[in-house]
């Protein structure tokens, strides 16, 4: 258990979370994320990618919606000049189905709102993130060691028991290299390690529908851009930076017939996106940018194109989560 885990159950435990909900020790906007919420369920995909189990995500949106005020895109305006309040936007990133079958239902039921992050390449192809199909790959690999080779520089062990550092070690490979080698290196782990590329039938069960997001629409969910194709923007010339955060901007909105104002960088670290990105999404007319290194907002939001937001993870146990959101000083 870590320290900060330890803490938030002594802290629970004391009662003194309570406290800390009722008293206000903070004001400004906590920005949560999550990806994926269910069962993992044996899947091959990326594991690190599921937030919360439905059971976990219900007591997560009860909590927030007891103690704290969830807001909407729409209430970022008022934000800049309100000095009081503690406010929380729950968000998703990319478009998973299980968005619409676990979480929306639960969003729901609690009257919450919450804003979604599409891929829409994702959603229009029906193809596997590159994440999920690193993590397809090691777990399908037929080898079980990938060879030292001059992307990963050493040898790395594809046995089941060695899975999750692999995968690791295989994407933060990928997420250092430049826009136009990404797809060599997808190639030549599906060659090394036997797998072969995902076939796209699987990818098919992965991602909601465009009506599946109409209807979140109609039932007060927001929308924001998260690209076409989900590069890492500042890997890339500013040509493909621009195509990448138009298009997904002018999909969206022809298929909800509104326009949007959110976009969330992929991956999210501060090295994600630059200046040229700030630069593409003020002239596609964003008005707000997210990334997702962690963080909060105290006293309104003093970089529209770089709001903090916090992972929420599954492994996180709910004393955690709690002390999160009730001190974000000390837990984000
Ligand atoms: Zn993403």
Known sequence: MSKKELLAKALDWSGFNSLARTAALWNGLIVLNYHRVGDIDGSLFDHELWSASAEDFEQQVHFLSLNFDLIRISDLDHLSNRHRGRHILITFDDGYL??????????????????????????DERKVAWWDE????????????LPENPWTKTAVSLKPDDCDG????????????????????????????GSGRCPQEIADQVWMTWDMVREMHEAGMDFGGHTVNHPILANH????????????????????????????????????????????LKQ???????????????????????????????EQPATLFRASVSLPQVFC
């Not at 299980?98 to 994702?122: H, M, Q, V």
């Not at 690193?134 to 060691?145: C, E, G, K």
């Not at 690791?168 to 290196?185: E, H, I, N, Q, R």
């Not at 940018?289 to 599954?314: M, N």
């Open 237 to 280: 010339p500013e040509e493909k930076q621009r195509f990448e955060i138009e298009h997904c901007k002018q999909r969206i909105e022809t298929e909800i017939g509104q326009t949007i104002s959110a976009f969330s960088y992929p991956v999210g670290g501060k090295d994600c996106f630059d200046l040229r990105t700030r630069n593409c």
């Open 98 to 123: 299980d968005n619409y079958e676990w979480a929306f239902p639960i969003l729901k039921a609690y009257n919450s709102p919450a804003t979604f992050f599409l891929t829409t390449g994702f959603l």
């Open 284 to 314: 596609a007319g964003y008005r707000w940018g997210f990334s997702y290194y962690g963080g909060f907002s105290r006293h309104g939001i003093h970089d529209q194109w770089d709001i903090p937001r916090i992972a929420v993870e599954s």
């Open 166 to 193: 692999s995968i690791k070690t295989l994407l933060s490979v990928f997420k250092k290299l430049p826009g136009d080698k990404t797809d060599d290196y997808l190639n030549f782990l599906a060659e090394k390690t």
């Open 134 to 145: 690193i993590a397809w790959m090691v777990r399908s690999a037929t080898q079980n060691t």
